[in-house]
């Protein structure tokens, strides 16, 4: 549902996935001592962090990420509820943050000085852009609280049919976001070449009305350090590929293996005279393998008038494809593709359900539950009872 993708988005965190693995850590501090603070200033071109954590957190190892998201690149102890770690400012980009993997995560960013962070807080503060991004979260969150809490409410109220909440949430959403953008593009024409920018920048382009013409123009705002970061290069080029695979587009054909290891392409079934039903999808996802049941039914109902259905396996390994593919009772061909395809179609979720049609044409994305009945139906009427 549309009306929770700004729950999802999380304006004003960073909208990269960290991968937590494992990493080198420092070494330990010999048995029954315990890390002094530093009280001097950080040298000349280096930040230094003074970090707090709450009591849960003490003998746990912080991890510093870089906003690239290529793994933690430093590590240290929490000891007496505080750490503290000196790095740098150069080579540690526009954003960083650190994490304590399953309990806490803190961004900020590296700016030459003494920074304070408090794990438990919404950011950091002590030098001058940490301190303004740390009240700017604090306002905005307050915003979204409002806004969740509404949402709540909405959800909760067994007075209303589906169709009403539906209908006030979208509302919601959308006097969420007539609040937030306006503050959102100002941050990014105020810190047009800085980490606030970046983060704005990141919010817009991650909103679900951006296209690709109005995140050019939104490019053409930033500084050249924002426009050379790495997740923006990748959600730009998101846009771009989902500009070449919209509705009425001929699809993007690529390559991947079937359950046997042997290669197959998206060409073998697409513009081969049937409407293809294409699923991309992986064995870990809930949503995914819920949708396998309706697709069955799908299937059983169209399959002898035609219709293709082919899954596009991603993100996945294979021997877990193999096991869920007996534990759903998958009977349609798969495609294993870890990457690529997504890609190629811009999918940033799944699972991504699209049509194509008998010549090769995209009819429809984003397809769930009886909306793909709906236009089986109608192609079923348009081509004479055939798909």
């Given at each position: 549902?549309?009306?929770?993708?700004?729950?999802?988005?999380?304006?004003?965190?960073?909208?990269?996935?960290?991968?937590?693995?494992?990493?080198?850590?420092?070494?330990?501090?010999?048995?029954?001592?315990?890390?002094?603070?530093?009280?001097?200033?950080?040298?000349?071109?280096?930040?230094?962090?003074?970090?707090?954590?709450?009591?849960?957190?003490?003998?746990?190892?912080?991890?510093?990420?870089?906003?690239?998201?290529?793994?933690?690149?430093?590590?240290?102890?929490?000891?007496?509820?505080?750490?503290?770690?000196?790095?740098?400012?150069?080579?540690?980009?526009?954003?960083?943050?650190?994490?304590?993997?399953?309990?806490?995560?803190?961004?900020?960013?590296?700016?030459?000085?003494?920074?304070?962070?408090?794990?438990?807080?919404?950011?950091?503060?002590?030098?001058?852009?940490?301190?303004?991004?740390?009240?700017?979260?604090?306002?905005?969150?307050?915003?979204?609280?409002?806004?969740?809490?509404?949402?709540?409410?909405?959800?909760?109220?067994?007075?209303?049919?589906?169709?009403?909440?539906?209908?006030?949430?979208?509302?919601?959403?959308?006097?969420?976001?007539?609040?937030?953008?306006?503050?959102?593009?100002?941050?990014?024409?105020?810190?047009?070449?800085?980490?606030?920018?970046?983060?704005?920048?990141?919010?817009?382009?991650?909103?679900?009305?951006?296209?690709?013409?109005?995140?050019?123009?939104?490019?053409?705002?930033?500084?050249?350090?924002?426009?050379?970061?790495?997740?923006?290069?990748?959600?730009?080029?998101?846009?771009?590929?989902?500009?070449?695979?919209?509705?009425?587009?001929?699809?993007?054909?690529?390559?991947?293996?079937?359950?046997?290891?042997?290669?197959?392409?998206?060409?073998?079934?697409?513009?081969?005279?049937?409407?293809?039903?294409?699923?991309?999808?992986?064995?870990?996802?809930?949503?995914?393998?819920?949708?396998?049941?309706?697709?069955?039914?799908?299937?059983?109902?169209?399959?002898?008038?035609?219709?293709?259905?082919?899954?596009?396996?991603?993100?996945?390994?294979?021997?877990?494809?193999?096991?869920?593919?007996?534990?759903?009772?998958?009977?349609?061909?798969?495609?294993?593709?870890?990457?690529?395809?997504?890609?190629?179609?811009?999918?940033?979720?799944?699972?991504?359900?699209?049509?194509?049609?008998?010549?090769?044409?995209?009819?429809?994305?984003?397809?769930?539950?009886?909306?793909?009945?709906?236009?089986?139906?109608?192609?079923?009427?348009?081509?004479g009872g055939k798909l």
């Amino acid at each position: 549902m549309k009306t929770i993708q700004w729950i999802r988005l999380g304006l004003f965190a960073l909208a990269t996935t960290i991968a937590l693995p494992a990493v080198a850590q420092r070494k330990r501090a010999a048995k029954g001592k315990t890390s002094k603070v530093i009280v001097t200033q950080p040298q000349a071109g280096n930040y230094r962090i003074d970090g707090m954590a709450p009591a849960d957190a003490n003998g746990k190892w912080v991890y510093l990420y870089l906003s690239n998201g290529h793994g933690a690149v430093d590590s240290i102890q929490v000891a007496k509820g505080k750490f503290t770690l000196e790095r740098a400012v150069a080579g540690d980009g526009l954003l960083a943050h650190l994490v304590i993997p399953k309990a806490y995560n803190l961004s900020f960013i590296p700016e030459e000085g003494v920074i304070k962070a408090d794990l438990s807080a919404s950011g950091a503060t002590g030098t001058p852009l940490n301190s303004i991004l740390a009240q700017k979260t604090k306002e905005r969150e307050a915003i979204e609280a409002d806004a969740r809490g509404r949402l709540m409410t909405i959800r909760g109220d067994k007075k209303l049919s589906d169709q009403a909440k539906e209908e006030a949430m979208e509302k919601i959403s959308n006097e969420y976001y007539a609040k937030i953008k306006p503050l959102v593009e100002a941050d990014l024409k105020e810190h047009s070449n800085d980490a606030i920018g970046l983060i704005a920048l990141q919010a817009l382009l991650g909103m679900e009305d951006v296209t690709l013409s109005s995140a050019e123009s939104l490019l053409q705002q930033a500084g050249e350090r924002l426009r050379a970061d790495e997740g923006i290069t990748k959600m730009v080029a998101r846009l771009r590929s989902l500009e070449t695979t919209q509705v009425g587009r001929q699809f993007v054909d690529f390559e991947g293996v079937d359950d046997s290891n042997n290669p197959i392409r998206l060409s073998d079934y697409a513009g081969k005279g049937h409407y293809v039903l294409v699923d991309f999808w992986a064995s870990w996802c809930g949503p995914c393998r819920r949708a396998i049941g309706h697709l069955k039914k799908i299937r059983d109902t169209y399959s002898d008038k035609g219709l293709v259905i082919l899954g596009t396996v991603v993100w996945d390994e294979m021997a877990d494809h193999l096991k869920a593919m007996k534990e759903l009772e998958i009977t349609w061909p798969q495609i294993f593709n870890q990457s690529e395809a997504t890609d190629l179609y811009g999918i940033s979720g799944i699972p991504q359900i699209l049509l194509i049609d008998p010549a090769g044409k995209i009819v429809a994305r984003d397809l769930h539950g009886e909306d793909i009945n709906k236009l089986l139906d109608k192609a079923l009427q348009d081509n004479g009872g055939k798909l």
